[in-house]
């Protein structure tokens, strides 16, 4: 006889007091904010739009980390949580594409390139 099948709910996914998890995101966000850390500099010796956008992009990536802390140690509920990092997913990779777009081999640069 099989078991019953459980209906599909989140019973069991719940992350909130996951320390590996925690620790994942932990990593990954001294990673990321390194990274950030790096495009700030070259964006202080370049002073141009698209190392700006890169930064921009590298710092959506660190918030998404802290929300990400946020929901595992429970002070970011998971729907927010959700919505806040699928929106800064968005925002990455809309200001990558944009960076590669505007500033593709060919494209005209604008004055202060």
């Known amino acids: 006889m099989r078991p019953p099948i459980a209906p599909l709910s989140s019973a069991g996914w719940g992350v909130e007091g996951s320390l590996p998890i925690l620790a994942v995101v932990v990593v990954a966000g001294i990673g990321t904010g390194v990274l950030f850390l ?61 960076a590669v777009y505007a500033y593709a081999p060919g494209s005209v640069p604008s004055p202060s390139e």
């Open 38 to 98: 790096v495009s700030l500099i070259a964006y202080g010796r370049r002073r141009s739009r698209r190392h700006l956008l890169i930064s921009v992009a590298v710092g959506a990536l660190l918030a998404r980390s802290v929300v990400g802390a946020g929901t595992v140690l429970g002070y970011v509920p998971m729907p927010v949580h959700h919505f806040v990092a699928h929106s800064l997913d968005l925002l990455t990779a809309a200001t990558v594409l944009y």
